[in-house]
C-alpha cells in the first residue's frame, strides 16, 4: 500500500509541475498541527499485529509548517514534519508495546478551487520506533493526500490521510504507519485581494433640436 501511494503522489506531482504557473492560495510561510488516529503494525523478527491508537496532546500528534510559493493555478510548497505515533500495546496482554516518531521534509502540490484545494504530498524522512521497538530505525519515503478548506484569509482546516514504513538497516523488524488526521494551517501572509476598477459609464447628451415656429401668412389671397 505503502509503494502504490508513494508511487501516486510522484506521478501527481511530475505531472502537475509540469503545467504549473508561479499561486493564488496565498504565498509565504505557514505553520500547523494535526490529531487523529495511526493504524500501525510491525513485521521480521518481533511482529506485532495491526491496531489504531489516537494521538491527543499529550500523547502524539502531528506537526507541520513551511512556504508556499504562489502561483495563478497551483500551490506548490516546501515545508517539513514531526510525526508523534502514540504508544501502545499491540496483541495485548502480552504484545509489544512501542509507537514511533518521525522528523523529515515533503513537497506539496495542490490545486485550489475558490476556498476548497486538494493537495497531494511526498517526503523523506527519519524515523524511530518508541518503547519495546526503539531500536528500529531508518530513512524512508512517504507519502500523504488530503483535502483543505480556507476558513478566512490565513487560517484553513484540513484533513490528511498519510502513509510511512520504515526498518534498520538489518531488515529484522519493520514497522509501517497509516494515520488519518485532521488539523489546521496558519499562514502568515494573508492572499492579496484584486479589485477590479471601477469604470463609469459615459453617456453622451444628444444635441437640441432647433425649434421651428410657425411665421404668418399675411399674403394670402382673399377667400
Not at 499491540?90 to 513537497?107: C, E, F, K, Q, T
Not at 463609469?200 to 447628451?205: I, Q, S
Request: aromatic share 14%.
Amino acid at each position: 500500500m505503502k509503494k502504490i501511494m508513494v508511487h501516486i503522489a510522484w506521478v501527481v506531482l511530475l505531472l502537475v509541475t509540469m503545467g504549473a504557473q508561479a499561486g493564488e492560495y496565498g504565498g509565504g510561510g505557514y505553520w500547523g498541527a494535526r490529531l487523529g488516529v495511526n493504524t500501525s503494525r510491525a513485521d521480521g523478527v518481533i511482529n506485532a499485529p495491526i491496531k489504531s491508537t489516537a494521538a491527543y496532546v499529550l500523547q502524539g500528534g502531528y506537526l507541520q509548517g513551511g512556504y508556499i510559493f504562489t502561483s495563478k493555478t497551483l500551490v506548490l510548497g516546501v515545508g517539513g514534519y514531526f510525526d508523534w505515533n502514540p504508544s501502545d500495546q499491540h496483541n495485548s496482554p502480552d504484545g509489544v508495546i512501542y509507537g514511533s516518531r518521525s522528523l523529515g521534509m515533503d513537497a506539496k502540490v495542490g490545486l485550489p478551487f475558490g476556498v476548497w484545494m486538494p493537495y497531494t504530498k511526498l517526503g523523506y524522512g527519519y524515523s524511530t520506533g518508541t518503547k519495546e521497538l526503539h531500536a528500529v530505525t531508518g530513512n524512508s519515503l512517504n507519502a500523504a493526500f488530503g483535502v483543505e478548506y480556507k476558513t478566512e484569509p490565513q487560517w484553513s482546516l484540513l484533513g490528511e490521510y498519510k502513509v510511512d514504513g520504515f526498518g534498520g538497516k538489518n531488515g529484522t523488524t519493520s514497522i509501517s504507519n497509516k494515520m488519518f488526521t485532521f488539523g489546521f494551517n496558519y499562514y502568515f501572509n494573508a492572499p492579496a485581494v484584486f479589485v477590479a476598477p471601477v469604470v463609469e459609464e459615459v453617456f453622451e447628451e444628444e444635441a437640441p433640436k432647433p425649434v421651428v415656429v410657425p411665421t404668418a401668412v399675411t399674403d394670402a389671397p382673399p377667400i
